[in-house]
């Protein structure tokens, strides 16, 4: 059986999104995804959004979704 793998450069940035968007749910529950740097520190430095946790979700979700629409 063949697998499905993430080979474009573009298709490992969108997984790379929405993993630190489901680590930053997770840390807005009270949760971590690891014992290193939280998903929220490396969101706002990477991606230079301000605000809180909740707001930085948001604004990380609507560029998922910007960046989805770019490839339709």
């Given at each position: 059986?063949?697998?499905?793998?993430?080979?474009?450069?573009?298709?490992i940035?969108?997984?790379?999104?929405?993993?630190l968007a489901k680590?930053l749910?997770?840390?807005?529950?009270?949760?971590?995804?690891?014992?290193?740097?939280?998903?929220?520190?490396?969101i706002?430095e990477?991606?230079?959004l301000?605000?809180?946790r909740?707001?930085v979700?948001?604004k990380?979700?609507?560029?998922?979704?910007?960046?989805?629409?770019?490839?339709?």
């Open positions: 059986m063949k697998g499905v793998g993430l080979t474009e450069p573009w298709q940035d969108l997984f790379r999104i929405k993993t680590g749910e997770l840390e807005i529950k009270g949760m971590r995804m690891s014992r290193g740097r939280t998903a929220y520190s490396i706002k990477e991606f230079g301000k605000g809180n909740q707001t979700l948001e990380l979700n609507a560029l998922y979704e910007a960046e989805m629409e770019g490839l339709r």
